[in-house]
């Protein structure tokens, strides 16, 4: 058995479209045990109505939040982690980052060391610093002690021409559009779901050794 937890902010729901698949893709491993939370809003109610999106939560309303007093059974207990942020200026959310900053107990026993970490991500452009997100993200998986999981180009959707697409080496993405009209493309859902399931056959592998 191996456990896999997907862990992600979004605010319009194109984040958590996109962690579903990855969701999807590690529980098409076998033994692969996946959860799948979301991280506390720190935006006022009123904030978000203004912002339009109090309806687009609402679709993911039923995903646990990950509290603090969860860590230790959904971050430490778990053999890999795959954290989804949208871009907030070529980088994560203050929601992800504010959970991220509540981790310190974790990092000072190593808590993390070892665990497999993997990062996907939006924007509203296609070049809305989408690689810069996933990048700086590793920063704090590397302090942790993760062994970090891109997307390889053996997913060869990435490389394709033919369509406006995200999904990089560095992880899988989708491309929201300026208003937030775009949802996510089946090219972009399969990469996700491929790096779901690529995080959780590492995983597997290494908690075998």
Partial sequence: ??????I?????GHIHKMAEAVAEGAREVEGAEVGIYQVPETLPEEVI???GATETKKAFAHIPFLTRDMYE???????????????RFGNMTAQMRAMLDGTGGLWGRGALVGKVGSVFTSSGTQHGG???TIISFH???????????GLPYAEKRQTRMDEITGGSPYGASTIAGGDGSRQPSENELAMARYQGRHVAEIAKKLAKK
Avoid: C, R, W
């Fill in 49 to 51: 109505a203004k912002m």
């Fill in 139 to 149: 920063f704090t998986l590397l302090h942790h002690g993760m062994v970090i999981v």
């Fill in 73 to 87: 059974k959904v971050l430490s207990g778990a053999d890999a982690l795959i954290f989804g942020s949208p871009t």
């Fill in 8 to 12: 992600f902010y979004s605010l319009y």
């Fill in 1 to 6: 058995m191996v456990k896999v937890n997907v």
């Fill in 130 to 132: 989408q690689e810069s």
